[in-house]
C-alpha cells in the first residue's frame, strides 16, 4: 500500500485552491485525470475512461466561455438557458468523476468506513478534489 499511495502527488490543498481560483476551475479536468491514471494502472480491471478528460474540458471551458454569448444576444432567455445546462453538465460531469476516483482510491487501499483511511462520500461531495487531495496528502504523512 505505502509504494502505491507514494504514486500519488503530495501537493499542498492550499496549491490546489490557488490553482483552481487563478484557472477559474479548468484545472480540476487535469488534477482529475492525473489521478485516474495511476489508477488506472493500478486497477486495470476498473479503469476510468479516457474520454472523460476530454469532455470535462470541453464542458468546463464551454461553460465559462458562454457568458460571451449571454452577452452579446443582451440576455437572451435561450441563451441564459444554454449557459445554465452547460453549467450543470460541467458540475454533474465533474461530481460523477470524483466519485469515481473516490471510490477507486477506497479499493485501491482497501479500506473501508470504519478505517480512518476510508474517503467519505458526505466530505467527497462538499469539498471534492480538495477533501481527496487532503486525505492523500495525509496518507503520505503515516
Do not use: C
Not at 32 to 45: D, G, K, T
Amino acid at each position: 500500500m505505502r509504494s502505491t499511495i507514494t504514486q500519488f502527488k503530495n501537493q499542498s490543498v492550499w496549491a490546489l485552491i490557488g490553482l483552481t481560483i487563478i484557472t477559474a476551475t479548468v484545472y480540476f479536468p487535469f488534477w482529475l485525470r492525473r489521478q485516474s491514471r495511476i489508477l488506472s494502472e493500478n486497477l486495470p480491471e476498473q479503469p476510468i475512461p479516457g474520454w472523460f478528460f476530454p469532455v470535462a474540458i470541453t464542458l468546463t471551458i464551454l461553460s465559462l466561455g458562454w457568458s460571451v454569448p449571454e452577452v452579446l444576444t443582451d440576455d437572451a432567455p435561450w441563451a441564459i438557458a444554454v449557459g445554465k445546462l452547460l453549467t450543470r453538465a460541467d458540475l454533474i460531469f465533474t461530481i460523477v468523476w470524483i466519485f469515481k476516483v473516490r471510490n477507486r482510491l477506497n479499493t485501491l487501499l482497501e479500506a473501508s468506513a470504519s478505517d480512518k483511511n476510508w474517503f467519505g462520500a458526505v466530505w467527497t461531495f462538499l469539498f471534492g478534489i480538495f477533501y481527496l487531495q487532503f486525505k492523500l496528502n495525509r496518507q503520505h504523512e503515516s
